[in-house]
Structures are given as C-alpha cells and as structure tokens.
C-alpha cells in the first residue's frame, strides 16, 4: 500500500470515528431522589445508553483516534488489548467498524455477558489465570502479530482523551448542569480502572476554575486506594476486583493521584446491595462500578449535611445491570461470594431516611 492510500485510508477511519459520535445523541443525566429539603441534588450520568453500552465506548473511541492520528494504526493493523471486558467490547465494535481484526486479553473470571458482546462485535478472546498476566500476554500477541498495535488502555487512558473538551464526559457534564440549582457540582465521583475518567475531570475542572473536587471509589482487592493514601504508587495487591470495570492489582500508569481530592475503599457487599437499592428506587439497572459510586456519593452527601452545605454532587451509571444477570443480581451467585447484603441495604436505607452515614 503506497503512503497516498494509507493516508486516505485513515482519514476515512476518523470519519467513521466520528460519524458515530455525531449520530450517537449525549448520554443522559437523571436525578436520583432525595429529601428537597436537604438541598442536595445528586445526579447520575447514564453511560450505558451508549451504543456498545457502557462508559468505555468513549474510551474506545478516544483510544483508536490517538492509534490513527499517531500512525499506529493501518488498514491491515491488528488491534490488540488487554481488558476487564468492557473496553474490549467498544473496542471489538469499532474495530468491526473499520474492518480491522481485534483480539482482547482477558481474565477467565470475565463475565461471561461480556465475553459473548465482544464475540458478537467480531472479537476473538485470549484467556489468562491471573489477573497481572494480562499486559504481558497483550504485549506480545501483538508483537507476533504481522502487524499488530496494542491499544494498551491502561497506559494510554489519561493521554489518549481530549481533557480540555471535545465533547469529553466532563463538558458533557457541566454542560447539562448549566440549568440545574446548583450547576456547578461539589462533587465528581467516578472509579478508577484505568484512571482515564478521574484524570479527565481533574483536569476538567482545573482548566475551567470550577470549585469541584473530584472524589474517586475503589473496590476490595485494587491497589488505587492504599497507594493514594501511602503516596506509594508501585504498591501492588495482586489480587482481581470483583467490581467489574474498576480496581486493579497495580497502580496503573494512566492514574493520576495528584487530581484527586478525595478517595475512599468500599465493600464489594456494600457496592451490590447499592445497585440492588438503585434499581428499586428509580427502576435503572446498572453494573457493580455504579454501586461502588454511589457508596462514595453517599457518603460525601452524608458528610456535606453534617456541615450544613447544599449543592449538587454528580456520579456515573458505568454501563447496564444486563451484563450481571448471572453474577451480581444472582442470589445464588453473591452467597457464593460470601457477601452479605443486608447490613449494607440497611444503613443505605437509613441514610436516606436520616442522612446520617454513621
């Protein structure tokens, strides 16, 4: 292929990009119910209303973009990934968009919902034990591929999306909050997988003057939380998250401790009896990683009540409860965890009766 067509080639890939940006309508922002006399609104940025279903469709998108415009991606490259599921499964669907082969490293706890959208999109799945083996083992698929790119979401999460705006997910944001009664939020509160969204904000924020704090949640078994505590960022746990999407094993080059303002570590009972109390209180049907949000939200609306504060804090629902049929909305599934869901179901309840955490 001459340098001319090449060329051509990935113009008509960006178009493609962005054709499906265009045509997708922005993710809506709904308002969970609280006391009004509070005079705290707490919001909740629906992402799995996007076309493969989650936040990482944006990541996905942002990813590829940064592959093409930086020459990493070709007409014959083979598009390689390391992944919880989620991002591999808006990466399977663009790579089908642009008729490129895609392979994802994943570990065999992956939910099995995921696994079938990702074949569904075209892709192929790569399986490993352990969940730190995942980098390694995309690394070199790629290597041995004629030629091969490693997305690498991981590393390339907080540089690959536009901060500054772009259509990102924090303009979105407070661009839909410029109506609201308190349209500047006192809080942002995301997880971290990659660390790409909590960067996205942080900077967000900052570049705009906004007086936001962002507020990052972490599950049991990531090493987020303890290495922003200890200021270690080598600290590893070696352990999966069973909050699909969010926690790692390692600190992950994309995380940016230095934009976050608060952090905070919670049960993985605790995230699954929140999903469970969502669905019943506004009928949305969200993963784990929304759960472990809304424990954090809570908390910080809890903590805003006891200073007197009002104002607006603002969460994600990450993707859709369908692909947790058969694990997080199991009974069966979550006893076999071990996890106990009630004690946590009460104190949600009585903080939204009271608005007291302890």
Known sequence: MTKNSRQEWVR???RVLEADANRSADTHL???PLPPEWGIDLYLKDESVHPTGSLKHR???SLILFGLVNGYIGPETTLVEASSGSTAVSEAYFARQLGLPFITVVPHTTSA???ELIEFYGGRCHYVDEPLQVYAEAQRLARECVSGHYLDQFSCAERATDWRGNNNIAESVFGQMALERHPVPSWIVVGAGTGGTSATFGRYVRYRCFDTRVAVVDPE??????????HDLGYTTGRP???EGIGRPRVEPSFMPTLIDEMFAVPDAASVAAIRLLKDRTHHWAGGSTGTNLVGAFQLIARMLEAGETGSIVTLICDSGARYSRTYYDDQWVAAQGWDLAPHR?????FLETGSWG
């Open 12 to 14: 008509a890939a960006i």
């Open 30 to 32: 709904h308002v969970f």
């Open 59 to 61: 990541l996905a998108r």
């Open 113 to 115: 919902e995921k696994i």
């Open 221 to 230: 078994g990531s090493a987020f939380f303890e290495a922003w505590r200890t």
């Open 241 to 243: 998250s069973k909050i």
């Open 346 to 350: 009460a104190r949600m309840e009585h």
